[in-house]
T-cell receptor
Framework: GENVEQHPSTLSVQEGDSAVIKCTYS??????FPWYKQELGKGPQLIID?????GEKKDQRIAVTLNKTAKHFSLHITETQPEDSAVYFC??????????FGQGTELSVKP | EAGVAQSPRYKIIEKRQSVAFWCNPI?????LYWYQQILGQGPKLLIQ????????DSQLPKDRFSAERLKGVDSTLKIQPAKLEDSAVYLC???????????FGEGSRLTVL
């Protein structure tokens, strides 16, 4: 079956620093690569996504980069703020058109 | 616009009892999903509906779990009989397109004692 791995599983940064989370996947046919943010007691929410025809996408302090050859994509958050503290999931589109969620990265931003 | 509504938010039952969760998706969203999220893990797809037809239920434990989506709108997920390992948050999500953005509800947290 499809394999999705995220690293690191936990990440602690000081406010204002950058954070990077990496996601590797096994399905070479994947062509859609979203990142979801889940705050405590809530459902996941899409924060940024990228399709396979581009290598990078930016939205204010958040960016996603894609390396299809190496089968990994990364979430970059710059100038982190305490409200960025949450669990982040990558969820590449797998076979049958379903998202395969990683195990999550718990980001803690310390003021 | 209103988001995805789920109820109940919390449920505690004993093993071998039954439980049902309800979901009302965003208006106009044809695709509806039920995910199971065990503590410390990512969501796992249980079943996907397109309108009122099942698209994917390959990971639904059909001996105890069932789901329906009447009239292509609301959906219910039932577990009978429940096991200890069913303790999890059950997330409902909907999307306008099959491969588009998923909008999640806040989830129903099930504890099986």
């Amino acid at each position: 079956g499809e394999n999705v791995e995220q690293h690191p599983s936990t990440l602690s940064v000081q406010e204002g620093d950058s954070a990077v989370i990496k996601c590797t996947y096994s399905d070479s046919a994947s062509n859609y690569f979203p990142w979801y943010k889940q705050e405590l007691g809530k459902g996941p929410q899409l924060i940024i996504d990228i399709r396979s025809n581009v290598g990078e996408k930016k939205d204010q302090r958040i960016a996603v980069t894609l390396n299809k050859t190496a089968k990994h994509f990364s979430l970059h958050i710059t100038e982190t703020q305490p409200e960025d503290s949450a669990v982040y999931f990558c969820a590449p589109l797998g076979q049958g058109g379903k998202l395969i969620f990683g195990q999550g990265t718990e980001l803690s931003v310390k003021p | 616009e209103a988001g995805v509504a789920q109820s109940p938010r919390y449920k505690i039952i004993e093993k071998r009892q039954s439980v049902a969760f309800w979901c009302n998706p965003i208006s106009g969203h044809a695709t509806l999903y039920w995910y199971q999220q065990i503590l410390g893990q990512g969501p796992k797809l249980l079943i996907q509906f397109q309108n009122n037809g099942v698209v994917d239920d390959s990971q639904l434990p059909k001996d105890r779990f069932s789901a329906e989506r009447l009239k292509g709108v609301d959906s219910t997920l039932k577990i009978q009989p429940a096991k200890l390992e069913d303790s999890a948050v059950y997330l409902c999500a909907s999307s306008f397109e099959r491969t588009g953005e998923l909008f999640f509800g806040e989830g129903s947290r099930l504890t099986v004692l």
